[in-house]
């Protein structure tokens, strides 16, 4: 195994089979189906094989951080759960004698072939959740990374280039705030000190937290190696809306991600007994909250964009306290940057701080236009229209990577829930079977052409 921090494992130095982490046996965020033997996938034998991979890691996954009650997953950065997760990640690359590498961000990038040698084609997603969250957002293109991988050796591909299978770690932020910091560390976005220093809820520091995981904090930062090593990335994850349910397709390759950001807001009152102060003489910050989510929907609306307050935090949160300070977070999106402004300027009396911001994101037209084609040839996407091309209001990896420079590309699979980030988040067997092979497919194309 690797010292703590960063660090290569090869093969013969990592365990020789998947860590077993569950026994469940059915897809789906309360069960779900069983999965049918090849169902959506082609090419003769491979067809199997990735559905038995599929069927199998998903099972493995699919008890770790769910909640006993039914409410979803809670699978945070640098815990108990997430050390399950990257031990599951690290023995599915062992499995198949990949080339394990954990990045100075902690992501975790599992190679078939030389990665050093010539940029390679990466595939993969994440597998932390938002609290509560869904089973499919991060682990569905992660454990059909893997499947793909089996599928492509099953049909006996020859890659002249090396594949990767790649987890991005804490991309939800759902612990310290910040949306895809592992992709933001490794790329540079995120500052190393800003990250160390970024507190959870209990107030442990990101630092803390990487120490308690075993790893040094001092280690953190940008990356340029292991991104030098990614030539395209290809991400594929369920969609976090209905386009493809309304479209009729199972797949769809995207084409933007839209301008995200979230702000924090601070409102401040005077802490009293709830029972011996008038209601004339408090100074109550959760009346000045409840105006502000107001002008949040109206704002929103009037612009166009998505506006939500997800996120709120009450001092000294007691129940017969009237509160001093109340501190809520803002997430704005929009397809265009002006509309997310245009509901900034309207709430500018709260005075808003920016957390984090991330501008239009245009995944590569020609990479988009290489994968679609592909796809199309195998029969997916309507004659007269091929296949969907997909814009997403859902920040990803994918995105912080394409703004990099790298080569991005992303395929979605259809939610007949159109519901993400809660546990009615969906996806049909035979879909996800389907994405494995139009992954499959995709990879097999970006691997070959290059080949003489």
């Known amino acids: 195994m690797t010292a703590p921090g960063t660090g290569r494992v090869r093969p013969d ?26 169902a959506g996938l082609g090419h003769g034998e491979a067809a199997p094989v990735g559905a038995a991979t599929f069927r199998r890691a998903w099972a493995d996954l699919a008890p770790v951080g769910r909640a006993p009650d039914g409410a979803g997953y809670h699978r945070f950065a640098w815990t108990r759960e997430d050390h399950t997760l990257r031990e599951w990640f690290a023995g599915e690359a062992a499995a198949r004698g990949l080339d394990l590498v954990t990045d100075r961000a902690g992501n975790q990038w599992a190679w078939w072939g030389d990665a050093d040698a010539t940029p390679g084609v990466v595939t993969g997603s994440h597998l932390d959740s938002v609290p509560g969250g869904g089973a499919f957002d991060g682990p ?4 059909s990374a893997f499947a793909a991988l089996d599928v492509l050796r099953a049909r006996g591909v020859r890659p002249a280039r090396p594949l990767g299978v ?5 991309e939800e932020g759902a612990r310290f705030g910040v949306a895809c910091a592992g992709s933001r560390l490794v790329t540079g976005v995120l500052d ?3 990250a160390r220093a970024l507190r959870d809820a209990d107030g442990t520091t990101m630092a803390d937290a990487l120490r308690a995981a075993g790893r040094d904090p001092a280690s953190l930062g940008p990356d340029p190696d292991a991104l030098a090593r990614v030539g395209a990335f290809v991400e594929l994850h369920v969609e976090q809306g209905r386009g493809l349910v309304h479209a009729g397709e199972p797949v769809g390759v995207g084409r933007m991600i839209w301008p995200h950001g979230r702000w924090r807001v601070e409102l401040r009152g005077q802490a009293n007994h709830a029972g011996t102060t008038p209601l004339a003489d408090r100074d109550d910050p959760m009346l000045d909250l409840a105006a502000f989510v107001q002008h949040v929907r109206t704002a929103a609306t ?4 998505l506006a939500t307050v997800g996120k709120v935090r009450v001092e000294p949160n007691g129940v017969n306290a009237i509160p001093s300070q109340v501190t809520a977070w803002l997430d704005v999106r929009a397809e265009d940057e002006d509309r997310v402004r ?3 300027a309207a709430l500018a009396t709260w005075a808003p701080a920016e957390e984090s911001w991330t501008p239009v994101t245009w995944l590569d037209a020609d990479l988009a236009d290489d994968v679609a084609e592909a796809l199309g040839a195998t029969g997916l996407g309507a004659a007269d229209a091929g296949v969907p091309r997909l814009g997403t209001g859902a920040g990803h990896d994918a995105g912080i990577l394409a703004a990099a420079g790298v080569p991005t590309a992303m395929l979605f699979v259809r939610n007949p829930t159109g519901v993400s980030h809660a546990p009615a988040e969906d996806a049909d067997e035979a879909d996800c079977l389907t994405g494995v092979d139009a992954l499959a497919t995709t990879l097999e194309h970006l691997l070959t052409r290059d080949r003489a």
Request: charged fraction near 15%; aromatic fraction near 2%; proline fraction near 4%.
């Open 302 to 305: 009037t612009a166009g964009a």
């Open 140 to 143: 569905l293109g992660v454990v």
């Open 192 to 194: 190393a000190d800003r």
């Open 342 to 344: 245009a509901v900034l």
């Open 166 to 170: 790649a987890a991005f770690v804490d």
């Open 13 to 38: 130095d990592a365990a020789s089979a998947p860590v077993p982490v569950g026994a469940a046996t059915r897809v789906g965020a309360a069960g779900g189906s069983a999965l049918d033997a090849g």
